[in-house]
């Protein structure tokens, strides 16, 4: 699990500047505040746009369109449970909602001791093992609702 720097105006800055001058800079920026801080807080959300001469609401769209940023830190684990066609067909959808009631969250959330957060994502590409899970970027597949839950919680 990778640990994140705590929030700084001035740590966001040097995030921003170098790559401010990019073609399409909103992405990578929003990549790298996100690598640092494990989500893209508000305040990087203006710094970002005001360092590209956009609106917030450009920015805030961006970051809303694309599911994987993040406006909160995630929990010490993510599991990202494969919601496409191959995996619901194969059992996806009951082992994602298994994990869901045996963590006591909904998609999206984080546990409320902060252990765990689980999304849902919409192809792995791990079709050939469905149903198909990452957990912290680790592909895992043929599962069943309590394979996951062991694994998101080991």
């Known amino acids: 699990m990778t640990r994140f720097e705590p929030w700084s105006t001035e740590r966001a800055a040097e995030i921003i500047r170098p790559r401010a001058h990019l073609d399409g800079a909103a992405l990578p920026i929003l990549h790298a505040l996100q690598a640092a801080f494990g989500c893209v807080p508000r305040e990087a959300v203006a710094m970002t ?3 590209l001469n956009l609106s917030r609401a450009e920015v805030h769209g961006a970051m809303t369109f694309y599911h994987d940023f993040r406006q909160a830190p995630p929990g010490r ?3 990202k449970v494969c919601r496409a066609e191959s995996c619901q067909a194969m059992g ?3 082992a994602g909602a298994f994990l869901l009631a045996a963590l006591g969250v909904g998609w999206g959330g984080t546990t409320a001791d ?3 957060t689980v999304e849902g994502v919409y192809c792995l590409g791990l079709c050939a093992v469905s149903p198909a899970a990452l ?6 597949g043929r599962l069943d609702g309590m394979t996951l839950a062991e694994a998101a919680r080991a």
């Not at 957990?135 to 895992?140: A, K, R, T, V």
């Open 77 to 79: 684990r993510v599991v």
């Open 92 to 94: 996806g959808e009951a």
């Open 49 to 51: 746009a005001k360092a």
């Open 135 to 140: 957990i912290d970027g680790e592909p895992l």
């Open 114 to 116: 902060g252990a765990v």
